[in-house]
């Protein structure tokens, strides 16, 4: 048995093969993971009824996984007719931020922009989008495998 918070055999088999600047997605049930990703991503669905799994639990597993450089949210567009139900940062981010302490990450949370935020997915970097069910807005991450000798 794995001895490992993150035990989904396809997900830990791209992982595997997985280098650093690698990119995984982990979108929430409203991402268009099936056209918004990049030439060679897999996607792997959780979904499982709407909020289970979620981002944030998809996140924790990861980052007890493996190394991480960067995360990136999907910073909320102003002009965007969503971003009303959102005046400041999404709520679910916190939860990202208190991730991330709780494994001695020293990373930041850092947004980039819904539209360039999906460019930034279509990057041949992009190996993986892991699809979630979580239904809380802009909870969508971006991260950047890191390098295990640093």
């Not at 597993?61 to 959102?86: E, K």
């Not at 460019?119 to 991450?141: E, G, R």
């Amino acid at each position: 048995m794995l001895e490992t918070p993150l035990l989904h055999p396809d997900i830990l088999a791209i992982l595997a093969r997985s280098g650093h600047h690698s990119k995984v997605l982990i979108a929430d049930g409203n991402y268009p993971a099936l056209d918004k990703r990049g030439p060679r991503a897999e996607l792997v669905s959780l979904q499982l009824s709407p909020g289970i799994p979620t981002v944030a639990q998809a996140f924790a597993a990861l980052i007890a996984t493996v190394r991480i450089d960067a995360v990136h949210t999907m910073g909320v567009d102003r002009s965007d007719s969503y971003a009303a139900a959102t005046p400041g940062d999404p709520p679910v981010w916190e939860e990202y931020r208190r991730i991330i302490a709780a494994n001695g990450a020293r990373l930041v949370l850092e947004p980039i922009v819904k539209w360039d935020f999906y460019a930034a997915v279509a990057s041949p970097d992009h190996v993986l989008t892991i699809q979630t069910a979580d239904t809380q807005p802009w909870a969508n991450l971006l991260v950047t495998l890191g390098c295990r000798t640093f």
